[in-house]
């Protein structure tokens, strides 16, 4: 799988849009990007993937730059239950199962 | 998405004792999965637990440490065996649907003193 680079820390005020990048400059053609976060203690949760086109969901957006070597997971209006360690993964389907979480991005939303 | 339920949610276990983790998931899967996250790392794969037949471990695993169950399609055990408390983790459960996207439980945080 590709590697990720992700900043280590962000924050964010309540009520305002969370954008988060991810670079993966070495994805494969057939490699999806999904992004999870963790709240302390808790186990991963599943956010959004997407191959090439923007996607949307009841949880976020993740927008994919068109030589899909970037991305950008956005939070459109933050709450302080969205204070997570979010990581961007990079995998093909059916690649197998030994996820390299990395260090992620520590978002803190503030009142 | 899955419902993927684990307990115990976390323990205080004495170091040479056992453990065994549950993991019911709210409807019927193929693959499911035991993690290991130790305080402040990634995720590690520990094995896979196979329907029917023994489970598939990964490099640094063994049955004898972690003996894992699949006796149907919705449910898996992980039992932690002779605990020392460098086996103080959260310990996941893990299904994947929806064209191989991956789910985890809310995990099972295993202190050992």
Sequence with gaps: ?111 | SAVISQKPSRDICQRGTSLTIQCQVDSQVTMMFWYRQQPGQSLTLIATANQGSEATYESGFVIDKFPISRPNLTFSTLTVSNMSPEDSSIYLCSVVRDSSTIYFGEGSWLTVV
């Design chain 1, 1 to 111: 799988d590709a590697k990720t680079t992700q900043p280590t820390s962000m924050d964010c005020a309540e009520g305002r849009a969370a954008n988060l990048p991810c670079n993966h400059s070495t994805i494969s053609g057939n490699e999806y990007v999904y992004w999870y976060r963790q709240i302390h203690s808790q186990g991963p949760q599943y956010i959004i993937h997407g191959l090439k086109n923007n996607e949307t969901n009841e949880m976020a957006s993740l927008i994919i730059t068109e030589d899909r070597k970037s991305s950008t997971l956005i939070l459109p209006h933050a709450t302080l239950r969205d204070t997570a360690v979010y990581y961007c993964i990079v995998r093909a389907p059916n690649s197998g199962y030994a996820l390299n979480f990395g260090k992620g991005t520590s978002l803190l939303v503030t009142p």
